[in-house]
């Protein structure tokens, strides 16, 4: 499976970016896609995923209405919207697949949308104030 993340960038605070996450080597199309990221100095957190109990959709408290996801099944690509941008929203933000391995032993677990180990290789946001 691969994941490829891209439209990272810099941006000025309350600006918006969208994120996009291209997935290939998937069978079938039932496969969730989570979104996480890493600041400078930090440990890696969840920002958006579906959850286990009825596939609603989880936002970390930091993120809720100011990001929004979408997808193109056609394309299999997930998108992160995210808007109102402010500094510490600087990362770099990964996609990831629940359910499935990359075979490179990265893990991470969500109490609230299950196990995530397949990953792509991020793209950096950085927003300026």
């Known amino acids: 499976v691969q994941l490829v993340e891209s439209g990272g960038g810099l941006v000025q605070a309350g600006g918006s970016l969208r994120l996009s996450c291209s997935a290939s080597g998937f069978t079938g199309d039932d496969y969730q896609i989570g979104w996480f990221r890493r600041a400078p100095g930090k440990e890696r957190e969840a920002v958006s995923c579906?959850?286990?109990?009825?596939?609603?959709?989880w936002f970390r408290d930091s993120v809720k209405g100011r990001i929004i996801i979408s997808s193109d099944k056609a394309k299999n690509t997930v998108f992160l919207q995210m808007n109102s941008l402010k500094p510490e929203d600087t990362a770099i933000y990964y996609c990831?697949?629940?359910?499935?391995?990359?075979?490179?032993?990265?893990?991470?677990?969500?109490?609230?949308?299950?196990?995530?180990?397949?990953w792509g290789q991020g793209t950096q946001v950085t927003v300026s104030s």
């Open positions: 990831a697949a629940k359910g499935v391995s990359d075979g490179r032993g990265d893990y991470y677990y969500s109490p609230f949308c299950g196990s995530f180990g397949s």
């Open positions: 579906f959850t286990t109990t009825d596939r609603s959709i």
